[in-house]
Structures are given as C-alpha cells and as structure tokens.
C-alpha cells in the first residue's frame, strides 16, 4: 500500500542517567532531504541520524530535533564560578563604598548577582553511550513516522481508488458515445450535401468515403485504449509497497496527454462534457498524488 510524506513520529531512549528523545517531522519534498537539529555535543552524529532515517525514508523532507535531558540539573549544566572576577568586583565596590562614604556590608548575594560571576556549563557528554541511546530514539520515532504515513497513505489510496473508478467510468461513457460522433456527421453531411444538391443525385459511394475519412480523424479507440492501460498500471501502484509517487506523477500526465487528445478530437456534445469532467477529476488526482511518497 502507498505511503504519504507527511507524518510525525517520536522516540525516547536511556543513557545512564540521561535520556535522548527524538523527534522527527516529514513533510511533501521531490527527494529524501533530512534536516538535523542536534545539541551542541552531539552534532558530531548527525551523519548517523542521516544514515538511519534515508534507507527507510524515500521521499520527502524530514526535520529531526533531539534533546538530551538529564535529572536534577538544567540541561545538563553545572553552575561555574570565576573568583578572579568576583574578586575584582568586591575590590571595585569596597572602593566605590569608601569614596562616596556608603554604608553597608558586602554580600556573597550581592555579588553573584553581579554578570559574569556565576555561569552555568554544560557537562562533558559521554558521547559512546549517549550515541547508541539516539540510535534507539530515532528507530523509535521512525517506527511511528513510518506507521502514520502508511495510514495516511491508506488513506490517500481509497480517495485516488475512487478517482481511478471516476475516471474509468468517464473513458467507458466516451466509448459508448464515440459511434454516435459518426454517425451524427452522416447524417448532417448528407443533409448539408442534399440542401446543397438541390435535388440532384448524390454519390453514395462519396458520401461513405467522406464519413470514413471523418471517422478516421475522430477515431479515439487508440488513446481509450492507452488511458485504461494507465489507469490499470495506478492501481497497481496504488497496491504496492514500493515507493510509488514518482511513477503516479508520471501516469498522471500520461492520463493527461491522452485526455488532451480525446478532446481535440471531439466532435460530440456529450464526449466534450465527459473530456471537461475527466480534466477536473484528473486535477484533483494530480494534487492527491503531490502527497505520496
């Protein structure tokens, strides 16, 4: 069954007493494009992300964010104090306290809060272990990923089936209307040709031989007949586990030449309406078929 491109899926992981969640986003894109979002100490495998994600993703763009998260501390960051700083501060201010006469004591209060003086750094990351815990993360958000595009694809599979069935029904009615095209010119050339004749005898044998030549031009067994060989081959593709959207795109215009065809060759009022309809629901299928994978 075909997949759509669109989808969202997350994963969670341990590493000690961290944990990697990753979360990944995919939407409409012509190829595999993946869009990492990693913390600092961790870009070093974005390359692993990517190798996990592009042979089980064949198109579309996928953003993946990833968090490290650890107990008890900020983002795995530990307050760092730089006492040269703090020393210089409580110089400066003792000086400023004696040349303006100021009273007061100073605080260890008053001078972390003072910039500079406490910061806040990130811990080293064990990147070994922390490396296989994102492996496990992102497998587990391609799971979901790939579980809610193949429902959305089952989805966009039963609205393209009955686009398919739409368009099947329209070719079968112009076949059923294409004698009428005929048939309908005979009797209005032999009704032209007798206004004209002014009662003299008309050939039989021209008058068959101009409508064979008409039929001719008007014939549309040839593109009716590659139309249902297009239409056979989407639903096949519509069935099968293979990446599909590239060859739906190119069926599509296939579907759209030969209904191109089959209205410049039109000469029935009923074939022209059933050509209009057959575009429309052929438009409506081209952007259903954008979303698939």
Do not use: W
Request: charged share 30%; proline share 3%; net charge negative.
């Amino acid at each position: 069954m075909i997949r759509s491109m669109t989808g969202f899926g997350a994963g969670r992981a341990q590493a000690g007493t961290e944990s990697v969640t990753a979360e990944l986003r995919s939407v409409n894109g012509k190829f595999c494009e993946v869009r990492t979002h990693l913390p600092r100490d961790l870009a070093g495998l974005e390359q692993v992300v990517t190798r996990l994600i592009k042979p089980r993703v064949a198109r579309g763009v996928v953003d993946v964010t990833v968090r490290r998260e650890a107990p008890g501390s900020v983002r795995g960051a530990t307050p760092a104090i730089d006492l040269p700083l703090a020393a210089g501060y409580a110089k400066a201010l003792r000086e400023l306290q004696a040349e303006l006469g100021l009273a007061g004591e100073l605080t260890v209060h008053d001078l972390i809060a003072l910039e500079g003086v406490v910061t806040l750094a990130e811990r080293a990351a064990d990147v070994e272990p922390l490396a296989k815990a994102l492996e496990h993360a992102v497998s587990a958000a391609l799971d979901a990923l790939e579980e809610m595009r193949r429902r959305e694809g089952e989805a966009l599979a039963r609205d393209l089936g009955a686009r398919l069935t739409a368009l099947e029904k329209g070719a079968a009615a112009i076949r059923a209307s294409a004698p009428e095209s005929v048939e309908g010119y005979r009797d209005r050339l032999a009704a032209r040709v007798a206004e004209l004749s002014r009662g003299v005898p008309v050939d039989p044998g021209r008058l068959a031989q101009e409508v064979a030549f008409f039929a001719d031009r008007v014939d549309v067994a040839e593109e009716l007949t590659r139309l249902a060989s297009h239409l056979s081959q989407m639903r096949a593709l519509l069935a099968s586990d293979a990446p599909a959207g590239r060859r739906l795109e190119f069926l599509v215009q296939e579907v759209n030449r030969e209904v191109n065809t089959l209205g410049s060759k039109s000469q029935h009022a009923g074939i022209a309406a059933q050509v209009v309809e057959l575009k429309a629901e052929l438009e409506r299928i081209r952007e259903q078929v954008a979303n698939v994978e």
